[in-house]
């Protein structure tokens, strides 16, 4: 397994802009994939975007054309830019590498837009 810590988070106003990143203990270049996932208050966790080690993306649709998702593997480190933000983008957000066997998941970053 991997330890994954997020860091990037804060409060923006909407029409903001915020990178997170999530720094893995060891090489992430033979992870088969990494993702975003956001949980609001009470509501469920969900995707926001997913990258394959090949580097194929996929987007949730509420987020596509706004959030980029990218990883450095030479940094070891997976990165989510947000642009275009709004408030019902305030949540959560960790960070998730899964491997043939296993999952990890980081601690979560506190996103907040203000309208």
């Known amino acids: 397994q991997v330890q994954l810590v997020e860091s990037g988070g804060g409060l923006v106003q909407a029409g903001g802009s915020l990178r997170l990143s999530c720094a893995a203990s060891?090489?992430?270049?033979?992870?088969?994939?990494m993702g975003w996932y956001r949980q609001a208050p009470g509501k469920q966790r969900e995707l926001v975007a997913h990258?394959?080690?090949?580097?194929?993306?996929n987007y949730a649709d509420s987020v596509n054309g706004r959030f980029t998702i990218s990883r450095d593997n030479a940094k070891n480190t997976l990165y989510l830019q947000m642009n275009s933000l709004k408030p019902e983008d305030t949540a959560v957000y960790y960070c998730?590498?899964?491997?043939?066997?296993?999952?990890?998941w980081g601690q979560g970053t506190q996103v907040t837009v203000s309208s």
């Open positions: 990258i394959t080690s090949g580097g194929s993306t």
């Open positions: 060891r090489s992430i270049f033979s992870i088969f994939a």
């Open positions: 998730k590498a899964l491997g043939p066997m296993w999952d990890s």
